[in-house]
């Protein structure tokens, strides 16, 4: 029996429905008065599945506040990261949503403006944020950097597990001759064994914080460039960043926007690029009518970011999120901006080009699976891709994100339709997709999640293009998301 739990966050509102997979019973049959259903060849090993389970449906946090990133620890937790007025606010919630255990509204004289992107919380239940901070943002005295003169500007906050204080915090921008200069945003976290923190991102700086030996330490041109960094949060000061590195192209834009790390510290990451972002030899590069044009890449760095172990072109459009197996290969979901974005031989969906899900193989070099996902309408935005934690190869992934059409394919839907059709109105649902091993739509999984209002902004796994992420998959297989619609937010878990 293979259980899952997904909670989805918009706003103040998380929901969260519970997946069981087993043997999927067949469509009901209707004889004689009754109903009954058709089970070719089960296994009585596997759980019988008719229906998936709403577990709970809660509003989080208050009114007045805004949640745009989600995580889950091992007991079940939801750990929530918001803006309370412009502060920065988290809240932990219990498993089985009931219970609020902290709402830490970090504040600080002066105030300060924080905007959070992404959280991820460690197995002692510590949280780290990341994001993008004005002035007065309330660093630590073990910080990188404590202060920055103007502007807004990556940061990293560490809060213990009890809500009560934190123990790092720090931006991430230039500060030559002790004036920050351009603009800085952290989009994605990911975490270690040893909780040493990977960030992701991008930046306009020229003289943004790179450190020696890294794959790339100048931005000419000072584009909007994107950045990988490392810190070490037990350290304090310089000591603190493990490295830090440029990563794109010289002449165009790059965004980064997800990241995770594997077993050995080598990052990946994905998200927006020129035509000029760096491909490295031998590995997979789209050769299509939109050649020249830039968009999805997939790239490896080593530990140290000294080097780039793959970088592999996937085609016009842009990746949200991303996740990574124990054999390295890389798993990715975003949107495409052209037809002939790469697709493989068997996939789920080779029509409808709108949201894709590719599995890269650990070298880079080939894809495992590429498909799209999108009904007919080719109005989907697939936000963030999880897979089940310690997966060590051949592993099915969850996506979710929103659609503004009414045309997504379901199976054994809680909820079959975009509810905003109902009155002759158009909106955004959110949705999850459960992908087999070969890209294939899992048995169970492929629904339309509804709130009152429309689901867009943020869906944890995102729902807007500004804020991101957090599809949370337990090893007991319930599944979490959440998001934010119009000015509520929602957490959903759910077992089917």
């Known amino acids: 029996m293979l259980r899952a739990r997904v909670c989805f966050l918009l706003a103040l509102f998380i929901s969260c429905i519970a997946l069981t997979a087993g043997v999927l019973a067949q469509a009901p049959q209707q004889s004689r008065g009754r109903i009954s259903f058709d089970i070719p060849r089960r ?3 596997l759980s019988l599945i008719k229906d998936p389970t709403l ?5 989080v946090g208050v009114s007045g506040e805004t949640y745009t990133a989600s995580a889950i620890d091992s007991s079940g937790a939801i ?17 089985d949503g009931t219970t609020v255990l902290y709402h830490d509204v970090i504040t600080s004289i002066p105030s300060y403006n924080a905007t959070p992107e992404d959280i991820r919380v460690d197995s002692s239940g510590n949280a780290y944020v990341v994001g ?21 500007h990556a940061f990293l906050a560490v ?9 790092y915090a720090t931006y991430l921008a230039d500060t030559t001759a002790g004036k920050t200069t351009g603009f800085d945003q952290a989009n994605g976290i990911a975490l270690d064994s040893t909780n040493k923190v990977y960030l992701t991102g991008f930046t306009t700086s020229g003289n943004f914080p790179a450190t020696a030996s890294v794959v790339q330490t100048k931005n000419p041109n000072t584009v909007e460039m994107g950045f990988v960094a490392k810190f070490d949060p037990t350290k304090s000061g310089a000591a603190s960043l493990v490295y830090s590195t440029y990563l794109g192209g010289l002449a ?7 990241i995770a790390v594997d077993s050995a510290g080598n990052a990946y990451v994905t998200g927006n690029a020129g035509s000029d972002f760096p491909i490295t030899p031998g590995a997979f590069s789209y050769n299509g009518e939109g050649l020249g044009q830039g968009g999805v890449y997939v790239t490896k760095l080593n530990s140290g970011s000294t080097a780039l172990s793959y970088s592999a072109y996937l085609g016009v459009g842009t990746a949200n999120g991303i996740a990574v197996d124990g054999n390295g290969d890389a798993y990715v979901t975003g949107n495409v901006s052209i037809e002939d ?13 709108a949201g894709f899900a590719t599995e890269v193989n650990a070298n880079g070099s080939a894809l495992v699976y590429s498909t799209f996902l999108s009904g007919p309408s080719e109005l989907i935005n697939p936000t963030d891709i999880a897979i089940q934690p310690g997966c060590a190869s051949a592993c099915s992934a969850v996506i979710v994100g929103f659609t503004g059409g009414n045309d997504l394919p379901t199976t054994n839907p809680i909820q079959s339709f975009n509810a905003s059709y109902v009155n002759g109105l158009t909106g955004n649902d959110a949705f999850i997709t459960e992908l087999n091993d070969s890209g294939q739509l899992f048995h169970v999984h492929r629904r339309y999640i509804r709130r009152k209002h429309h689901e867009h902004h943020s869906l944890s796994l995102h729902l807007s293009k500004w804020h991101r992420r957090c599809l949370y998959v337990r090893r007991n297989q319930l599944y979490r998301f959440s998001g934010h619609a119009h000015d509520d937010a929602f957490s959903v878990q759910f077992r089917g």
């Open 341 to 353: 974005f790469p697709t493989t031989s068997g996939a789920y969906q080779t029509t409808s080009p």
């Open 79 to 95: 750990y929530l990261a918001g803006r309370s007025g412009s502060a920065l606010v988290v809240e932990k919630i219990s498993a």
């Open 159 to 167: 809060l213990n597990s009890t809500g009560t204080s934190l123990t």
């Open 55 to 59: 577990t709970y449906s809660t509003f």
């Open 252 to 258: 165009t834009t790059t965004f980064e926007n997800a």
């Open 132 to 152: 993008l901070a004005g002035v007065n943002f309330p660093t630590t005295s073990n910080a990188f950097l404590q202060s920055v003169s103007s502007g807004s």
């Open 43 to 45: 296994d009585r090993n």
